[in-house]
Nanobody, 127 residues
């Protein structure tokens, strides 16, 4: 079992930056591929970014590529999402997710592939 707690959300003006953190507890964090998803009001939860447990492989949704960066610190059991050049359409609740893996370079982009989820953190970007 893995418990995930997100933090770092808030209100920011368009063009600004935020860094989200997701702290994990429970089983060995480095055995988990991690992902970030977001859900805006009235919309489906969508993929944002993913990272392998080794940190060597990452993948981004087209809508955030070049603006967002996912990273992890296995010693701190934490995954991050650095969000730059934020836009009003980035407004959503952001969730981190985890899935146990055996391959250090595996990542997942489908929300159905993840076993554990955090409670979410709100990001609001004003125009």
């Amino acid at each position: 079992q893995v418990q995930l707690v997100e933090s770092g959300g808030g209100l920011v003006q368009a063009g600004g930056s935020l860094r989200l953190s997701c702290a994990a507890s429970g089983r060995t964090f480095s055995s988990y591929a991690m992902g970030w998803f977001r859900q805006a009001p009235g919309k489906e939860r969508e993929f944002v970014a993913a990272i392998s447990w080794s940190g060597g492989s990452t993948y981004y949704a087209d809508s955030v590529k070049g603006r967002f960066t996912i990273s992890r610190d296995n010693a701190k059991n934490t995954v991050y999402l650095q969000m730059n050049s934020l836009k009003p359409e980035d407004t959503a609740v952001y969730y981190c997710a985890a899935r146990g893996v055996r391959n250090g370079n595996t990542y997942y982009t489908s929300k159905g592939s993840y076993d554990y989820w955090g409670q979410g953190t709100q990001v609001t970007v004003s125009s």
